[in-house]
């Protein structure tokens, strides 16, 4: 029997699996004691802010200017939010800035009202509370020196969002106004969403003067993007016949995937009859040796490379040439050009971005591409493939790896949070290689992402080097310039491997499956099967640089199940204030010893897309989903049940703070991996999985619920082949209402017309 024939289990959720949540909440204490002379250095920061901003107000009456607020590090959590003190009737939070610090709308009146506040904050045992939490409060304003007119010839503008449709008008007028009177072109507004809109500047002498605006949030060179830097040289021609290279056969039905680069080649005949269609944006000349590279993987990097993991499947392409040749293109233009690509085309729903800009991503906030590209896929519901990015600077990463100051971060948009982010891992080495067979590639740019999102998520074959990037005989074998072989290196190869495993696994629902593909559960899927062939041990510290691994090489292996094993994919409708729960879960016979101990082990993947605010960079993600898989045990003294999480686990009470359940504990973060081996058994007669959802302070309620993928394993470490015959016994004995991912007995039949 084969994986396809142990489909993973779709469990359908029932009204009887949500409950309403208790909360008990004690009175709140202050986490520290509030002297007079806190309330005083308060109180003085206040006064500072209205001097700071005294001669803005003058010039700029009808509009608001802007201060940050530090929170006490113990006083992360929204639970401590000082909502007392600021809201309307003083200084409304609009934002957030770094880790901890929340940005205010200030007028004179605010800051006088505020002031009040504080002064009178310990009269009540909520302001105590609320002042306590409060370490310091400055004006917020751009750096001046940092702006170089000289650095390009067009700027980036934000202005803030004072959450208040005629405030923010006011503002916009004023910066028109303001941009006239320094002698600067009308700033052009470009919309990247719904609610996120920027200005391209021109370069001008006052741009640094320009910057002295209060409304004004960022003020930056334009970013400017380019296809991710590959190492390429030709092989020879006798390596591999392409005359042998699979053409398509005319009556199967292939998955399709969009690819926005320079463009393949019109006259390449060996991939042109795998180009389902084609749209040329390009103004000039072409360069087709990057486009015609991560096409070919894309189609058949398993017969270019003839190497076990390369992916199984191809894929008919939609080319989208978006880059001219030794060009860039600025954000506005790779923008437009994306959205032109993706209306175009909406039976594309798998898109391979193998692009990026040079330098590394913000720790605490994200890129307008990464949040256009987060917009996209909520509107289209399509999914963006993008790759990590190369780091091509001297010294080369070793592995483990050195520490280069950040400067081999990954750069944007790969901090997209709805995309999924695709790392380079070496399938080959030599004697003088950087890195070892399986290893990070020493040039695969690393996350995590801004406020400590995963990134990237997973990882495929993107080649080995030496130290100066040589990548003979270790390289990725693609077609390249010229329509000849060449052998290359760069996560520009690693992530077209990846995007026609998503397009494939998409067309498999499609086609076979008991539920229709969305992003998410392709997401899901993909990290799920990653981090189930990934080694148990892994140091926290390699997920920022491999992902959660590979995924297997072969669809069947990713939507079915070995012997030794059972997976189930649940997707939750989660609301704040119920809580979802399972229990008696499904627990195969064989992972119990004989007094009852499970034994084994247990990995899980949670993937949601939730609401985001570009207002709050690194409060991005507005939604948490939790997931706990336990024990589920009856306490007679008490008569209540008490769950008890195995996985995740937190240890320590010191564990709970936001701050370490951010960076070590994926809080807030839209993707949650966890396992856990219990080889000595783990005492336990039932268990029980659970989920909910919480949102940001400042974040209204959620609209509609917050829909969540998970998916859990459960596996015998003593490799028994009846896990998966043992899991079905009992799904049917508890009832479950349960489907397989694919039913290949009735298969639906797909006509693609162009």
Same mark, same amino acid.
């Given at each position: ?5 142990r ?15 208790? @909360? ?83 007028? +004179? ?13 310990t ?47 006011s ?25 996120l ?5 021109k ?9 002295s ?47 926005? &680069? ?17 749209? &040329? ?42 880059f ?15 959205r032109?690509?993706?209306?175009? @085309? ?23 591409l ?8 909520? #509107? ?13 600077? &001297?010294?080369?990463r ?5 520490e ?20 380079s ?5 030599s ?30 074959f ?24 060449c #052998? ?6 690693s ?22 593909p ?15 062939n ?8 390699a ?33 704040e ?17 004989? &007094? ?6 247990i990995?899980?993947?949670?993937? @949601? ?18 997931v706990?898989?336990g ?14 999480g ?5 240890? #320590? ?15 807030w ?9 219990f ?25 509609s ?32 209402? +349960? ?16």
């Amino acid at each position: 029997m084969s994986n396809k024939e142990r489909p993973i289990k779709i469990i359908e959720a029932t009204p009887q699996d949500f409950t309403e949540k208790t @909360y008990n909440f004690g009175k709140k204490q202050p986490i520290r004691t509030v002297t007079t002379s806190l309330k005083n250095r308060l109180k003085q920061e206040v006064d500072d802010v209205k001097n700071f901003f005294q001669s803005s107000f003058k010039k700029w009456p009808n509009i608001p200017a802007v201060a940050r607020v530090t929170l006490h590090e113990k006083a992360l959590a929204k639970s401590h939010r000082p909502s007392s003190l600021l809201g309307d009737n003083t200084c409304p939070v609009i934002g957030s800035d770094n880790f901890g610090e929340l940005l205010i709308s200030v007028t +004179e009146k605010g800051l006088a009202q505020l002031r009040k506040k504080i002064e009178n904050s310990t009269n009540s045992h909520n302001g105590t509370v609320h002042i306590a939490v409060i370490e310091k409060i400055e004006p917020f304003s751009l750096n001046h020196d940092v702006i170089d007119k000289n650095k390009s010839d067009s700027f980036l503008l934000k202005l803030f969002d004072h959450k208040d449709r005629t405030t923010n008008r006011s503002i916009d007028k004023e910066l028109m106004e303001f941009a006239d009177e320094l002698g600067i072109q009308k700033p052009k507004k470009y919309d990247i969403s719904s609610d996120l809109s920027i200005y391209e500047v021109k370069g001008n002498d006052n741009i640094a003067q320009l910057a002295s605006f209060i409304g004004i949030r960022k003020l930056e060179p334009m970013p400017t993007f380019g296809l991710t830097h590959t190492v390429s040289q030709y092989i020879p021609a006798e390596t591999l016949d392409l005359d042998d290279f699979p053409l398509p056969q005319e009556d199967k039905h292939y998955p399709l995937l969009g690819i926005i &680069d320079s463009g393949v080649d019109p006259n390449n005949n060996i991939l042109r009859p795998w180009i389902w269609d084609s749209l &040329d944006l390009v103004k000039g000349e072409h360069d087709y040796s990057h486009g015609n590279m991560v096409a070919s993987l894309a189609i058949n990097g398993r017969w270019l490379n003839n190497y076990a993991g390369f992916p199984q499947c191809q894929a008919e392409i939609v080319d989208v040439a978006a880059f001219p040749k030794d060009g860039t293109l600025k954000l506005p233009q790779l923008m437009k050009a994306i959205r032109e690509a993706v209306t175009t @085309y909406p039976e594309v729903r798998v898109w391979n971005l193998s692009l990026g800009c040079q330098s590394p991503c913000s720790e605490d906030s994200f890129s307008e591409l990464g949040h256009f590209l987060n917009a996209l896929h909520d #509107e289209h519901d399509c999914l963006f493939v993008v790759a990590s990015g190369n780091y091509i600077y &001297d010294p080369q990463r070793t592995w483990p790896p050195q520490e280069l100051g950040g400067h081999d971060r990954i750069s944007a948009p790969t901090d997209s949070v709805r995309s999924l982010t695709v790392g380079s891992v070496a399938h080959l080495e030599s004697s003088d290689s950087v890195v070892k067979r399986f290893e990070p590639s020493s040039f695969s740019r690393r996350g995590p992402g801004p406020a400590f999102i995963p990134k990237p998520e997973i990882n495929h074959f993107g080649g080995n080097c030496d130290s100066k990037l040589n990548c003979e005989h270790t390289g990725i074998i693609a077609i390249g310039e010229d329509n000849a072989l060449c #052998e290359s290196i760069g996560t520009s190869l690693s992530a077209p491997l990846i995007s026609s495993l998503a397009a494939s696994l998409w067309h498999e629902l499609d086609v076979n499956g008991s539920i229709s593909p969305s992003p998410e559960r392709i997401k899901a899927l993909l990290i799920h099967s990653a981090l189930k062939n990934s080694p148990a041990k892994t140091e926290h510290y390699a997920f920022n640089y491999q992902g959660f691994g590979r995924p297997s090489d072969h669809i069947n292996d990713i939507i079915g199940c070995n012997k030794n094993e059972i997976t189930f994919l649940f997707e939750i409708d989660t609301r704040e204030g119920i809580e979802f729960s399972r229990t008696p879960f499904v627990i195969p016979q064989s992972l119990r010893t004989e &007094d009852g101990k499970f034994t084994g082990e247990i990995i899980m993947t949670l993937v @949601y897309s939730p609401p985001l605010d570009y207002d709050y960079p690194s409060e991005y993600c507005r939604s948490n989903v939790d997931v706990s898989f336990g024990t589920y045990t009856y306490d007679p003294v008490n008569a209540k049940w008490i769950h008890s999480g195995k996985i995740p686990q937190i240890k #320590e009470k010191s564990e709970l703070f936001e701050k370490v359940l951010i960076e070590n504990g994926f809080k807030w973060s839209p993707v949650k991996v966890y396992r856990k081996q219990f080889p000595q058994g783990i005492n336990g007669e039932q268990w029980r999985l659970k989920l909910d959802v919480q949102r940001r302070a400042e974040q209204e309620p959620l609209s509609s619920p917050q829909r969540a993928v998970l998916a859990i394993t459960l596996r015998s470490l003593a490799n028994s082949t009846t896990v998966y015959n043992e899991a079905e016994v009992e799904i049917n004995n508890l009832g479950w209402k +349960e489907t397989d991912i694919v039913v290949r007995e009735q298969p639906k039949i797909r006509i693609r017309q162009k």
